[in-house]
Nanobody, 123 residues
Framework: QVQLVESGGGLVQAGGSLRLSCAASGTIFSINDMGWYRQAPGKQRELVAAITSGGSTEYADSVKGRFTVSRDNAKNTVYLQMNSLKPEDTAVYYC?????????????????WGKGTLVTVSS
């Protein structure tokens, strides 16, 4: 199996910064896309940022210029550097990874999710 464990959430004042980390572990052959989603109270989960294995990135319009996604393929870890945080960034942030596994002569790709880490931005 595969586990994703997030860390780095917490309480910060508006204008401050936080860095989230997400490490994947388990039976992993390779990891394709990795990304961060968030879900605020009463809202649907939305994509924040994603990064391919080759380093191409995409961002939600609301975080462009403030957030940066990166990854360390050797450590199976994805990061989210969040700067100039706003109260509307308050949410539970979830890590997502599309993981390729090898078993019984076949390759399998599946999406995995972390349990989430809470980010609270006070005004």
């Amino acid at each position: 199996q595969v586990q994703l464990v997030e860390s780095g959430g917490g309480l910060v004042q508006a204008g401050g910064s936080l860095r989230l980390s997400c490490a994947a572990s388990g039976t992993i052959f390779s990891i394709n896309d990795m990304g961060w989603y968030r879900q605020a109270p009463g809202k649907q989960r939305e994509l924040v940022a994603a990064i391919t294995s080759g380093g191409s990135t995409e961002y939600a319009d609301s975080v462009k210029g403030r957030f940066t996604v990166s990854r360390d393929n050797a450590k199976n870890t994805v990061y989210l550097q969040m700067n100039s945080l706003k109260p509307e960034d308050t949410a539970v942030y979830y890590c997502n990874a599309n993981v390729q596994r090898y078993s019984g002569g076949y390759y399998y790709s599946s999406d995995y999710w972390g349990k989430g880490t809470l980010v609270t931005v006070s005004s």
